[in-house]
């Protein structure tokens, strides 16, 4: 089983700071079939990235993944205030499926 | 429009079953796998299982053998979930996901609050 670990735990910023999210993986996530969801409180989470770095659809260009094998990341360059979230990595490579355990992005 | 639809929520008791379905309008459900995700209050998001387009086949989380059922009616692009033998800690929202054509969960149902009390 691939174990995803998400840092920081919690991120706290401002509304038009940049943002850098982590994700490790216990071993290598094989053709990077690595994603992002992103959750708001009472809603489903909504996939962001797929790929390691492809945006899904509808997915506004200040967001973009990068990594490959065991690290991985998702950038946030200009925080909007609908961007206040818990994002989720995901191992969708081989089963069982892992997510991460979440970083939640706070407003400062 | 494209959507999962699931059913509304439960209240069970501990050692009962309960079964959450999940429907799929537009073109969403035919040849795609669905998978099942749980979260516990205040809790990340957990995989459960995954069923194939024709329903034939299933994949569960090795916690979950034994207690998890999948199944899928075609003729109504309907796939169901079932837990029996319930405990205070199965109570979550459980999600129905689609996987894409490259494996990512593109779309999601709105989640069914299941909770266990007695």
């Known amino acids: 089983e691939i174990v995803l670990t998400q840092s920081p735990g919690t991120l706290s910023l401002s509304p038009g700071e940049r943002a850098t999210l982590s994700c490790r993986a216990s071993?290598?996530?094989?053709?990077?079939?690595l994603g992002w969801y992103q959750q708001k409180p009472g809603q489903a989470p909504r996939l962001l990235m797929s790929d390691a770095s492809s945006r899904a659809t509808g997915i506004p260009d200040r967001f973009s993944g990068s990594g490959s094998g065991t690290d991985f990341t998702l950038t946030i360059s200009r925080l909007e205030p609908e961007d206040f979230a818990v994002y989720y990595c995901?191992?969708?490579?081989?089963?069982?499926?892992?997510f991460g355990q979440g970083t939640k992005l706070e407003i400062k | 429009q494209v959507q999962l639809v699931q059913s509304g929520a439960e209240v069970k008791k501990p050692g009962a079953s309960v079964k959450v379905s999940c429907k799929a309008s537009?073109?969403?459900?035919?040849?795609?796998?669905l998978h099942w995700v749980r979260q516990a209050p205040g809790q990340g998001l957990e995989w459960m299982g995954i069923?194939?387009?024709?329903?034939?086949?299933?994949t569960y989380a090795q916690k979950m053998q034994g207690r998890v059922t999948m199944t899928r009616d075609t003729s109504t692009s309907t796939v169901f979930m079932e837990v029996s033998s319930l405990r205070s800690e199965d109570t979550a929202v459980y999600y129905c996901a689609r996987r894409d054509v490259r494996g990512a969960f593109d779309y999601w149902g709105q989640g069914t609050l299941v909770t266990v009390s007695s």
């Open positions: 071993q290598r996530v094989s053709s990077s079939y």
């Open positions: 069923i194939n387009p024709s329903g034939d086949r299933t």
């Open positions: 995901q191992n969708y490579g081989s089963s069982p499926y892992t």
């Open positions: 537009g073109n969403i459900f035919t040849n795609y796998y």
